[in-house]
């Protein structure tokens, strides 16, 4: 549970500080000329695309209930996390890094989509289940008198006057 409430607070802050890292690798490590410029037009997508993913999971009624992502969250993210580092290393694999960041980004944003509407579901279920459960239940009504022996009842009636009639004829 802790490992998965840690990842609750990791998942924003990675939407920021991974997106950083590829640039910050590429100053180290060295890249191309033309490697940077794809960069400062990716690195902000890949922001966006995480900031996202993290939005939907948080948004989940589960996640917000116990406070941490599911076990399903944890290796997703895990795996997309890990190729975004591997990618800012810019050793010989950081192609590979690449495609399994990009694939991996992909597949989280489609799982916790479907995660965010399965859950969804299971809450609208539940409510409507109470709702029917509730309505099922009979009404009780009060036995007790309106007054008691001895007591005075006071009823008042209203009168409707229709709006023909309070117009002063000419």
Not at 30 to 44: E, R, S, T
Not at 62 to 85: F, Q
């Amino acid at each position: 549970m802790i490992l998965r409430r840690a990842f609750r607070i990791w998942m924003l802050i990675a939407a920021v500080a991974l997106p950083i890292w590829p640039l910050v690798g590429w100053g180290i490590f060295g890249g191309g000329g033309w490697q940077f410029l794809v960069l400062i037009i990716a690195m902000p997508i890949l922001f966006i695309t995480m900031a996202a993913v993290a939005g939907l999971i948080w948004a989940r009624p589960t996640v917000r209930r116990e406070r941490a992502v599911s076990w399903l969250d944890v290796g997703i993210l895990t795996l997309w996390h890990a190729s975004v580092i591997g990618f800012g290393l810019f050793g010989p694999s950081s192609n590979a890094f690449a495609v399994l960041g990009v694939l991996a980004g992909l597949a989280a944003f489609w799982v916790v989509l479907w995660e965010f509407f399965t859950d969804a579901r299971d809450r609208a279920r539940e409510t409507m289940a109470e709702f029917e459960r509730m309505a099922a239940r009979p009404t009780r009504r009060s036995t007790a008198p309106l007054a008691r022996d001895g007591e005075e009842l006071i009823v008042i009636e209203e009168t409707v006057i229709e709006e023909s009639k309070m117009r002063p004829k000419d």
